[in-house]
């Protein structure tokens, strides 16, 4: 059993930047862990993920603009987001898993989310 705990949301201007962490209640050395998002009114949308070997893969609307990172010694695993958009605008969620990976959500471990608001 593993809790995540995610933390850094906030509100920001568009352009700007925020790091989310989410730290793990136990080893996730060995996990698939990735950041999902939700906004009101729409479906939760896989937005980077990360497998055990540091491989990453990110949603098509972030990539070159968020970095999913990884710290084993401290289980807790970040996205660095830059470059805000109003469209960003959501809760984010950490989650893990043993088995699955990618962005289709298949985790069995979810954290409470953190919100992130945009303003243009």
């Known amino acids: 059993q593993v809790q995540l705990v995610e933390s850094g949301g906030g509100s920001v201007q568009a352009g700007g930047s925020l790091r989310l962490s989410c730290a793990a209640s136990?080893?996730?050395?060995?996990?698939?862990m990735g950041w999902f998002r939700q906004a009101p009114g729409k479906e939760r949308e896989g937005v980077a993920a990360?497998?055990?070997?540091?491989?990453?893969s990110y949603a098509d609307s972030v990539k070159g603009r968020f970095t999913i990172s990884k710290d084993n010694a401290n289980d807790t695993l970040y996205l660095q987001m830059n470059s805000l958009k109003p469209e960003d605008t959501a809760m984010y969620y950490c989650a893990a898993d043993r088995i699955n990976y990618g962005l289709l959500g298949e985790y069995n471990y979810w954290g409470q989310g953190t919100q992130v608001t945009v303003s243009s």
């Open positions: 136990a080893s996730t050395y060995s996990y698939y």
């Open positions: 990360i497998d055990s070997n540091g491989s990453t």
